[in-house]
């Protein structure tokens, strides 16, 4: 495996975008031509697409591409990883720089118009917000008005500024947003619930704490081009078998995730569509 390492502004070095080919009609071809098959994942989002010690992309999402490239090319090692975040992704897709997206890509109305959805593997809680102990924030309407950072291209950003009427500070990966909260350019962060929750159990981060709780629960597909049915109907079919599997649900035990009932009606429903 050939991993591309991401700069710690979050932007993909220049050398991993040289020499991208444009989108293809036909995918599947190309990815059995190419021999390998090359997946958009997140460099900076425990548990589901992060850099360990050594600097191995490892996580939910990057241990199921290897699922997917070992029944959809032979070998789990036939994946090259392109860490991408939320601002870019669907770009990066369209552009032919990926093949697919397994980068915590909620499903939306919005980006279905866009590109096309694979079957969901997942189910995370929406956003929270992270604030210091001592905080006036008690909820999301308490943050109305207020800066609160955030992460560009995050599928909740229009609701929370639409309807909650948060003054978002925008920044393109998690590192940059953490740090305008430690340095008191926002009072908050809004974030995927599943992340935030982490962070004060890190030192440097125990006097903060979740002071709004996520108002909805969101089905986590991948992504694949549009008009691209022979690839979207192979990985909708792997996608389906790992559920049926149980491999999400071993995932979700190897990094430690709290149980998930989502993932047993999936197995199920998995189970059910593939004849078992």
Same mark, same amino acid.
């Given at each position: ?6 700069? @710690? !502004? ?75 975040? !939320? ?6 897709? @369209? ?19 866009? /590109? ?25 309407? !308490? ?23 948060? #003054? ?11 740090? $305008? ?22 030192? $440097? ?24 049915? $022979? ?9 389906? #078998? ?6 999400? /649900?071993?995932? @979700? ?13 999936? @197995? ?9």
């Amino acid at each position: 495996m050939k991993l591309l390492r991401v700069l @710690q !502004s979050g932007v993909v070095a220049a050398a991993v975008l040289a020499g991208y080919a444009p989108a293809s009609a036909d995918t599947l071809a190309d990815v059995k031509e190419r021999g390998k098959l090359i997946v958009g994942v997140k460099a900076d989002y425990v548990p589901f697409g992060y850099l360990d010690e050594a600097g191995k992309l490892i996580g939910v999402e990057p241990d199921l591409a290897h699922y997917i490239a070992g029944k959809l090319l032979g070998s789990e090692d036939a994946v090259e990883f392109v860490p991408v975040v !939320s601002s870019n992704r669907m770009e990066f897709l @369209q552009q032919g720089r990926i093949d697919l997206i397994l980068a915590t890509l909620g499903y939306t109305a919005e980006r279905a118009k866009v /590109i096309d959805y694979t079957v969901p593997f997942y189910s995370v809680p929406g956003a929270s917000i992270l604030a210091p102990e001592g905080t006036t924030l008690t909820g999301w309407e !308490s943050a109305r008005g207020k800066p609160i950072c955030g992460i560009q291209g995050a599928y909740y950003n229009k609701r929370i500024t639409e309807e909650y009427g948060i #003054q978002l500070v925008n920044f393109t990966a998690l590192p940059e947003a953490y740090a $305008a909260l430690s340095d008191n350019r926002c009072l908050g962060i809004a974030f995927d619930d599943m992340t935030l929750r982490k962070k004060p159990a890190e030192e $440097a981060w125990k006097t903060y704490k979740i002071v709004a709780e996520p108002y909805e629960s969101i089905p986590q597909p991948g992504g694949v081009r549009k008009d691209d049915p $022979a690839f979207l109907e192979a990985i909708d079919k792997i996608m389906l #078998q790992a559920e049926a599997e149980g491999v999400i /649900i071993k995932l @979700q035990e190897k990094y430690e995730i709290a149980p998930n009932p989502y993932l047993v009606e999936r @197995q199920a429903a998995a189970k059910k569509a593939l004849g078992q």
